[in-house]
């Protein structure tokens, strides 16, 4: 019993090793073209594909934004993406619960990588695994929605502690949830001190302007 369990967390190790490689591959990829890649991530129905609908509409004039969308299976978040006029890449993991960096290496060539100043990794909806897996991302953004509650930052430390940035959602349904976003605060800056924190309603439109201008920041340092 003891050695199958040794053998598996060697196998385990393996494939993050390998992975991390083809993430770097990416990475310097995307350097070598002026690209800035996020990766967000969170729960699903945490309002990832809202957000970044909402953020291609603010950052259109100024920047040129290409995405890719990670899902189990449909294409129906890409369709939403490619009406507001980005250029949109759908991987369907066909039952994985996370995106790798080889994935990614997959389909990046579909895009004319010289042309775009940000790409935006949606990540398939999941606390869990996509934190493990660096798919060569400059950030990994997190969105946590205030229905899901405030004790996910003692639940899930790993993608608080990844994470650069921590948008928390849907602010405009507080007064119908028990929620702390002061909790939720807290907590997270235990695991992270670091981590930047945006309360934002992507459906009110709400808070957006300081997670913008991260993001602009971020792309003129560059
Ligand atoms: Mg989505
Ligand atoms: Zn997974």
Known sequence: ???????????????????????????????DRNVMAINIMSAPGAGKTTLIERTIKALKQNFEIAVIEGDIQS??????IAATGA???????????????NMISEVVDQFDLDLIDLLIIEN??????????DVGENFKVMLLSIPEGDDKPLKYPLIFNE???????KIDLLPYVDCSVEKIRRESLKINPD????????????????????????????
């Open 195 to 222: 981590l930047e924190i945006f309360e934002i309603s992507c459906r009110k439109e709400e808070g957006l302007v300081g997670w913008y201008k991260w993001l602009e920041k971020k792309m003129e340092k560059r």
């Open 124 to 133: 398939v909806g999941n606390l869990v695994c996509p934190a493990e897996f």
């Open 163 to 169: 994470s650069s940035v921590l948008l928390i959602n």
């Open 87 to 101: 250029s949109v890449v759908q991987i369907n993991t066909g039952g994985a619960c996370h995106l790798d960096g």
């Open 1 to 31: 019993m003891k050695e199958v369990f040794k053998i598996k967390v060697t196998l385990v190790k393996n494939i993050l090793e390998a992975n991390t490689r083809i993430a770097e591959q990416n990475r310097k990829l995307f350097a």
């Open 75 to 80: 294409t129906y978040d890409a369709e939403k």
